[in-house]
């Protein structure tokens, strides 16, 4: 697949290895605003093409692996979070 070559498929839009920050926050659990922070601070590669932020699947699931094996639980996602809290009372 060429830069300007794309696909669409069911996580959102891919171009060149990269997803839209929708499609990411689907794909991660995260929320939109966290994810965009993230890409900001550079902590996962993304690419800012006019007003929407493209982010790199591979820095994407790296991120995640690297915050999955941390004790510290405010990295996780909020979908986890809500389960973790539903499933103690």
Do not use: C, F
């Amino acid at each position: 697949m060429n830069a300007l070559s794309s696909s669409h498929d069911d996580d959102g839009l891919v171009l060149d290895n990269h997803m839209s920050i929708q499609a990411a926050s689907e794909y991660s659990g995260y929320n939109l605003q966290y994810l965009r922070r993230i890409v900001r601070k550079g902590e996962v590669e993304g690419v800012k093409v006019g007003q929407v932020w493209l982010v790199n699947l591979a820095s994407l699931d790296a991120y995640l692996k690297r915050v999955q094996n941390t004790d510290d639980r405010r990295y996780g996602p909020r979908v986890y979070q809500t389960y973790i809290s539903s499933q103690s009372e």
